[in-house]
Nanobody
């Protein structure tokens, strides 16, 4: 089992940047990938980015490609999401999750989430 805890959210103006952190405890190295998802009010949770824990391959949703960067620090068991050029439509609760497979629907072990609000 793995436990995940997100931090780093906040209020930022459009065009600004934030860095989210996802601290993992437990057997995170047993997992295939750790990823970031987000959920805006009245919308479904959607995939944002993921990183394969063992080799570091990264994957992004088209809506954030070239603006967001996912990375990991193995020594700290932490995954980061650097978010640049933020837009109001990026406003959401951001969650990190872990998956034993490459299937997006298999992500789980969600943290409590961190709120990101982008003002126009």
């Amino acid at each position: 089992q793995v436990q995940l805890a997100e931090s780093g959210g906040g209020l930022v103006q459009a065009g600004g940047s934030l860095r989210l952190s996802c601290a993992a405890s437990g057997r995170v190295r047993d997992y295939y990938a750790v990823g970031w998802f987000r959920q805006a009010p009245g919308k479904e949770r959607e995939f944002v980015a993921a990183i394969r824990w063992s080799v570091g391959n990264t994957y992004y949703a088209d809506s954030v490609k070239s603006r967001f960067t996912i990375s990991r620090d193995n020594s700290k068991n932490t995954v980061y999401l650097q978010m640049n050029s933020l837009k109001p439509e990026d406003t959401a609760i951001y969650y990190c999750g872990a998956s034993l497979t490459e299937v997006v629907a298999d992500f789980g072990s969600w943290g409590q989430g961190t709120q990101v609000t982008v003002s126009s």
